[in-house]
């Protein structure tokens, strides 16, 4: 598998309060993004990047911001989390080639 | 806007049954149409169809991308309770600047019942 990891796995935070998830590659690729998954609308695009400090919105962006200063870390920050914003977040590296994308295993968000 | 539709939402077969699983797409731009299966975690890839690579087989599974009606197909065949999942189509286009992103479908929820 290629080396993509998602921190934390599980967060159950308050409605308001800001939240940040982590996404580290040992691969070097260039593409990360971010995606969250929720019953009946399967993965939906928040936000990509396409190198260091170069992002761009992707279908769902609103309340969330993206950052990706080094190679290796994409982070999701949920400025002020609402209930709307539970779900199950997945980062994604591109490995071109006969491949496809390349998930990480996820991280379970609950907003209380 | 970029759009991947699959049908049917869920299927339940018996084990040895064959099944279809369907997708299309409108996309801007299109550069390749991937299926992934998704059982409790992550999303794992199964097959990548480009305009160069219109079909491709691996065991009991094969896919065929039909560029001119805008659809892919899955298929299984002999169908085991370890192939119940979630099946996904994403369609990867070309946006600005050369770079690229996935559309999803909503997946497919399959189950094989012994």
Redesign the interface.
Known sequence: DAGITQSPRHKVTETGTPVTLRCHQTENHR?M?W?RQDP??????IH?S?GVKDT?K??VSDGYSVSRSKTEDFLLTLESATSSQTSVY?C?I?QYG?????????TRLTVV | ?DKVVQSPLSLVVHEGDTVTLNCSYEVTNFR?L?W?KQEK?????LF?LTSS?IEKKSGRLSSILDKKELSSILNITATQTGDSAIY?C?V?AI???A?????????ITLSVRP
């Open positions: 593409y993004y995606y009946g609308h399967g993965l939906r695009l990509y396409y761009d992707g279908e997945f994604a591109t006969p491949y496809g994308y390349t998930f990480g295993s996820g | 806007e390749s991937l992934y975690k992550a999303p794992t890839f990548m690579g996904l994403a990867e946006s600005t600047g770079n690229s992103k996935l559309t999803f479908g909503k997946g």
